[in-house]
């Protein structure tokens, strides 16, 4: 009998070792993050939702219109098309990578509200400019079949780059905003580009079928630019009250 005492001694300490070894890991299953269910702060709720419908809406807003302009100095053809479409992708790429750069180095809504209020602004300037840009580079980029593609690719470039590039901002911007936990993070990416999405199906429609025949090509960036400049005061005045408070 002493001689099979160890053997049991050993059974009941290597049952205590994996009793120990199974039970470690519960804490860390119970430590899965998930989603927040804290109220969201002034800046980010409705105001930031309608923020990135409207931006979205605009960005293909301001496309459509482009091409308006830029047909009696080029006409519409495929290559100025080409052009038009090409250039706002690529600007709408940069204001994607500049958005998540910015949003994380100042992740407030006070900032993204800064943002699109000069987005709106250099939206309202677009009217004002184009006679001039689109003469000059009519004049100066145009004067032979083989060198014809430059002119509106330029002007393109001077008149629609900066405020497309900060449209593109928007989305990746309020993403930052909205996240609140790691388990709720792609079901708020996945929303807000849908809804931004939702709003560029709009921007494309509206202006074609609607603003641009009753109001004209002018008239209509005007009106994008003031619904994108008021809800961005707002969204600047209701962040100033809330600082104020504090």
Same mark, same amino acid.
């Given at each position: ?12 300490? =290597?049952?205590?070792? @994996? ?47 482009? @091409? ?12 100025? *098309? !080409? ?6 992708? %690529? ?8 958005? #998540? ?22 939206? #309202?300037?677009?009217? +004002?400019? !184009? =006679?001039?840009?689109?003469? *000059? ?11 014809? =593609?430059? #002119? ?22 309020? %993403?930052? +905003? ?12 996945? *929303? ?8 560029? %199906? +709009? ?12 109001? #004209? ?13 008021? %809800?961005?005061?707002?969204?600047? +005045? ?9």
């Amino acid at each position: 009998m002493p001689a099979t005492r160890p053997s049991s001694v050993r059974r009941s300490r =290597s049952r205590k070792t @994996a009793h120990e070894k199974g039970g470690a890991p519960k804490p860390q299953a119970e430590a899965v993050a998930q989603p927040s269910d804290e109220p969201t702060a002034p800046g980010q709720g409705w105001l930031l939702v309608a923020l990135v419908f409207l931006g979205g809406m605009s960005s293909l807003a301001v496309e459509m219109t482009a @091409a308006r302009l830029v047909a009696p100095f080029y006409g519409d053809s495929q290559f100025v *098309w !080409a052009n038009v479409i090409g250039l706002t992708l %690529i600007y709408l790429t940069l204001g994607y990578y500049l958005g #998540g750069r910015l949003a994380d180095r100042a992740p407030q809504p006070l900032a993204l509200y800064r943002l699109t209020a000069f987005a709106a602004a250099t939206i #309202g300037l677009i009217p +004002l400019l !184009a =006679s001039t840009v689109l003469g *000059w580079t009519e004049q100066t980029f145009a004067q032979s079949a083989s060198d014809i =593609s430059a #002119g509106p690719l330029i002007a393109v470039l001077l008149l629609f780059s900066l405020p497309v590039i900060l449209l593109g901002c928007v989305s990746p911007f309020a %993403i930052r +905003l909205r996240v609140r936990a790691v388990g709720s993070a792609g079901r708020t990416a996945g *929303w807000l580009y849908a809804l931004s999405t939702v709003g560029s %199906i +709009l921007g494309t429609f509206v202006p074609v079928f609607w603003l641009m025949p009753t109001y #004209g090509t002018r008239a209509t960036i005007f009106i994008f630019a003031g619904l994108l400049m008021a %809800i961005s005061t707002l969204g600047l +005045l209701v962040q100033a009250r809330r600082l104020k408070g504090t």
